[in-house]
């Protein structure tokens, strides 16, 4: 029976993965090992955890959508730049006499002028008064779009940032440790073809250092329960300790695996997870995760663990006391390094150690348990009201401040600016008082039916008005006065009908 590919042979028949590959039994081939180096690691305790403004915003959901305050900033400038262009391009349209949808724009904007009114150009010794131009209502807008992109991102700051975490260092003492209780388990993956067949001399438990009066042997059992699982990874060993007590600074376990026929004891990796939760408390869990392959390679070579030397596995276990948790106290294990055993990257050496009887993979945890100091954690609000107001008056003034300065510089340097008020007011007026003059016309022609009002054209050819005063006489009572009257309307008609406009351009 031939072998995979990428696969040797050793004792004459029998096949196995070149260093750093990893037989796959559905394909029947081996395929190189390649996993994710990163070390994932959780505390267990939320750091942006928020207490009542959740009930009115869901900050997890702004946070997952803006993941920096940066994203308001470009909002903003595109906003800027945008209403600048606007206007921009609205200085190029004409005026006319008022009635064309420009000239409705741009008098709205003037009306805006609500920061700058009484800031515009005066000549010397004149008297400040409210004056709304186009260049102050667009500065105006301008002004309040940068502050709203400010006052965006002083609340997302306040958001995401509004607590700080205060860590303290003490030391302990006996009964500080000893409220410690924890769930904690012990994952431990030993990647390969291998079985659960092939682990040996699991069942001990080392405390302290040895050489030392500390040092002791104890069983396994007494620490926790643990037991062996076939996975698709390789078998793995799992210790399990409900309601522990760690009062050893240093734990040791140790165990095994040996050659079978068939399966030889090689490894190309391992896979590790440690988690510990609180024993009354079991909504919080701190864990750490992750690989170690190839980790021994300076050159980062595959390759295969397999040899007398052993493979230490080095974790600290550290106490933590959340005093913004109620008091929440949590082991937390955090990854310390790996000393790599014996291995091999070269095919030859691999096949060699194979044909040799008495293979073996050593594995060793060690667990550091940092008692001698205590980490206590509280959180400390940085925002407060009277911080929050000087930080809003503050971006208010910039946001004002900018715009007062380039409004200042336009105004003196472009003089037709300074006097752009009077120049709309103007053609305002002179459309208002073609309208009431309108007005009036009707008013004349549906009193006395006069209907050569109804034509413009009719006060160029000189027709005016006193014929209609004189057909209605008859309706009238007779009375001296009434013909005073219609007599000096009908010359102050033919006097003066109609009103000159002058279209002034922008």
């Not at 009542?52 to 308001?72: H, N, Y």
């Amino acid at each position: 029976m031939a072998c995979p590919r990428n696969a040797i042979t050793y004792n004459g028949t029998l096949c196995a993965c070149s260093p750093g590959y990893l037989l796959n039994r559905t394909s029947n081939s081996c395929d190189l090992f390649v996993a994710n180096a990163t070390i994932l690691a959780n505390s267990g305790v939320d750091s942006y955890a928020v207490g009542f403004p959740e009930t009115i915003f869901s900050f997890e959901t702004i946070r997952k959508f803006t993941q920096s305050q940066a994203v308001f900033l470009e909002a903003t400038v595109v906003l800027l730049l945008s209403w600048f262009v606007f206007c921009f391009f609205l200085r190029f349209m004409k005026l006319g006499d008022g009635k064309n949808v420009w000239f409705q724009i741009r008098w709205w904007i003037s009306r805006l002028d609500v920061c700058f009114a009484t800031r515009h150009w005066l000549d010397d010794q004149k008297v400040v008064r409210k004056r709304k131009t186009e260049l102050g209502g667009t500065f105006s807008i301008a002004s309040w779009i940068l502050f709203t992109g400010f006052f965006a991102a002083l609340l997302y700051q306040i958001i995401t940032k509004r607590n700080i975490e205060v860590h303290n260092v003490r030391a302990t003492n006996a009964p500080d440790l000893l409220a410690f209780r924890s769930d904690m388990e012990f994952n431990i993956t030993t990647i390969s073809s291998m079985s659960c067949a092939n682990l040996r001399n699991l069942g001990n438990l080392v405390t302290g250092s040895p050489g030392l009066f500390d040092y002791r042997v104890a069983s396994l059992s007494s620490f926790g329960n643990f037991s062996c699982l076939n996975t698709t990874f390789g078998p793995t060993i799992s210790i399990r300790c409900n309601n522990c007590q760690l009062t050893q600074d240093n734990i040791y376990f140790s165990w095994e695996f040996v050659d079978l026929p068939n399966s030889p004891a090689a490894a190309v990796g391992f896979q590790f997870n440690l988690s510990s939760k609180p024993h009354a408390n079991k909504q919080h869990m701190s864990f750490v995760s992750g690989f170690l392959c190839n980790g021994s390679s300076s050159d980062d070579r595959p390759v295969t663990y397999r040899g007398t030397n052993t493979n230490i596995l080095k974790f600290n276990l550290f106490p933590s006391l959340y005093r913004h948790q109620n008091n929440l106290r949590l082991i937390q294990p955090l990854f310390h390094g790996f000393l790599h055993g014996s291995y091999f990257d070269e095919a030859s050496q691999l096949q060699a150690s194979l044909q040799s009887s008495g293979g073996l993979i050593n594995t060793t945890v060690y667990l550091h348990f940092l008692s001698a100091y205590i980490v206590e954690v509280d959180r400390e609000s940085i925002f407060g009201p009277v911080s929050f107001l000087a930080d809003l008056g503050g971006l208010f003034c910039i946001s004002i401040g900018i715009f007062y300065y380039l409004l200042v510089q336009f105004e003196y340097r472009v003089k037709k600016l300074r006097n752009e008020d009077s120049t709309l007011r103007k053609i305002r007026s002179r459309r208002k008082a073609r309208e009431r003059w309108d007005k009036l016309r009707k008013y004349v022609r549906y009193t006395w039916d006069c209907r050569v009002l109804d034509e413009d054209d009719n006060y160029k050819n000189g027709t005016d008005c006193s014929g209609c005063f004189h057909r209605n006489r008859s309706l009238q009572p007779s009375k001296s006065s009434w013909k005073q009257r219609y007599s000096s309307a009908s010359m102050s008609l033919n006097q003066k009908s109609s009103l000159p406009i002058k279209e002034v351009d922008n």
